[in-house]
């Protein structure tokens, strides 16, 4: 049974960076994308990004060009989403979901890792 | 890339019917058949409902289905159960990005 387990809260102030992490277990690491979910407080879902584990290709979603990096160890099972020049509207939940290829479904999602931006 | 449009919330009864429209472009809906559809009940993750148009995933009741023509595409729950109130988010693949719906809050009378 696949299993995505995020790291836990932070408070960041603005301009900062933050780095979220997702350690996946119960799979083949480097068979399945994943991707970056974030939803700000009383707010829709918001796709920012994709990553192939297998050689750690990534495509981001425009709005986020140049503030955001997602990398992975495959040494770790881990999977990172780094986001920088952090403003109070980046305060969001961040998920990180499983997709078998890309265009499929997300399978498996994280329990979400809450950021904070406040000064 | 902006967001599909949902409605924003749509109710029932227990054992009704509803219906929810996800409408997109033919850059996006129109152009792909991988749609799926996401259940998010208070506080959790969301969990896949429907993926590609009209798939079940394993353990999802038979009263979810889902259909799509041209730019639109829908999820319907029959026999809505007390369980199925949550937010209802669908979700298009659009050739590199993806781009999720607005949401829609389903309530059970």
């Known amino acids: 049974q696949a299993q995505l387990v995020q790291s836990g809260a932070e408070v960041k102030t603005p301009g900062a960076s933050v780095k979220v992490s997702c350690t996946a277990s119960?799979?083949?690491?480097?068979?399945?994308?994943m991707h970056w979910v974030r939803q700000a407080p009383g707010q829709g879902l918001e796709w920012m990004g994709i990553?192939?584990?297998?050689?750690?290709?990534?495509t981001y979603a425009q709005k986020f060009q140049g503030r955001v990096t997602m990398t992975s160890d495959t040494s770790t099972g881990r999977l990172y989403m780094e986001l920088s020049s952090l403003r109070s509207d980046d305060t969001a939940v961040y998920y990180c979901a499983r997709a078998g290829r890309y265009g499929g479904k997300f399978d498996y999602w994280g329990q979400g890792t809450l950021v904070t931006v406040s000064s | 890339q902006s967001a599909l449009t949902q409605p924003r919330s749509v109710s029932g009864s227990p054992g009704q019917s509803v219906t929810i429209s996800c409408t997109g472009t033919s850059s996006d809906v129109g152009a792909y058949n991988y749609l799926s559809w996401y259940q998010q009940h208070p506080g959790k993750a969301p969990k896949v409902v429907i993926y590609e148009v009209s798939k079940r995933p394993s353990g999802v009741p038979d009263r979810f289905s889902g259909s799509k023509s041209d730019n639109t595409a829908s999820l319907t729950i029959s026999g809505l159960q007390a369980e199925d109130e949550a937010d209802y988010y669908c979700?298009?693949?659009?050739?590199?990005?993806?781009?999720f719906g607005t949401g829609t809050q389903v309530t059970v009378l």
């Open positions: 979700c298009s693949y659009a050739g590199s990005p993806y781009v």
């Open positions: 119960g799979y083949t690491f480097t068979s399945y994308y």
């Open positions: 990553i192939n584990p297998n050689g750690g290709a990534t």
